[in-house]
């Protein structure tokens, strides 16, 4: 009876290997063409293509902060200005325990990032949403040393720069009405590289735009 059970597990397990390879393999063929297509997107106006794994400075403010998370890397000129446009992904592992077993998963974790290179150089500085937690805590805590100076953005956006002394001479007027209008996505400034990221896969319809929303924001610095 036993050598039986053992029969049927090993011919399940073979059964099961034999429908995985191939899914795996078909999965790895579908990103490859996706990867391709993406590389003949951008050749076809005129940005350069690089593939596989590219190290750039500007992951280190990225989530997950991956040296080596940049699937693919896409760089050329938009509205005058250089521009890179990449694919990039991190994991992360949590351990549960179950019946005194510890057990690991990984997930893994895409994001797009929209990065313009600018003719000149600020020190590091972020503008992101309030959650309800930062306005709990400014709330207790009182206005934060790199606030702006004008409330209604300051309650709905939170600053953070490596210069406080710098904010409000990099975020104008003109920077914060852009903002308080929905036309400016969260940002970091580090430097001369102004990066955007969002969380998924990319789409080349949603680049050039965000791109322009990117550009929109550096034309407003300092003003």
């Known amino acids: 009876m036993g050598a039986i059970i053992a029969v049927i597990v090993i011919a399940l397990v073979v059964a099961l ?8 393999v078909l999965a790895q063929r579908r990103e490859q063409r996706r990867l391709e297509d993406l590389a003949a997107w951008a050749n076809s106006i005129g940005w350069t293509a690089y593939a ?6 500007w ?9 080596r998370g940049v ?9 005058e200005l250089p521009v890179s446009v990449a694919e990039y992904t991190y994991q992360s592992t949590h351990t549960t325990y179950v019946n005194g077993q510890s057990q690991v998963t990984t997930d893994t974790h895409d994001f797009v990032a929209c990065v313009v290179h600018l003719p000149y150089t600020y020190p590091g500085i972020e503008v992101s949403s309030r959650g309800s937690g930062s306005r709990m805590w ?6 934060d ?15 953070r720069s490596t210069h406080p002394e710098t904010v409000r001479s990099v975020i104008g007027p003109a920077l914060v009405r852009t903002h308080l209008a929905g036309m400016a996505p969260n940002w970091s400034l580090h ?10 896969r990319m789409e080349p319809a949603r680049v050039l735009p965000a791109l322009d929303s990117v550009i929109r924001i550096a034309n407003l610095l300092g003003h």
């Open 17 to 24: 290997v034999a429908l995985t390879v191939p899914m795996v």
């Open 52 to 57: 596989g794994s590219v190290e750039v400075p």
């Open 59 to 67: 992951t280190a403010r990225l989530p997950g902060a991956n040296p």
């Open 71 to 79: 699937r693919c890397l896409f760089t050329g000129i938009h509205r």
């Open 138 to 143: 400014r709330w207790l805590n009182g206005p």
């Open 145 to 159: 040393h790199t606030e702006v100076g004008i409330d209604e953005f300051d309650k709905e956006f939170r600053v």
């Open 191 to 200: 430097g001369s590289d102004l990066v955007v990221y969002w969380q998924g």
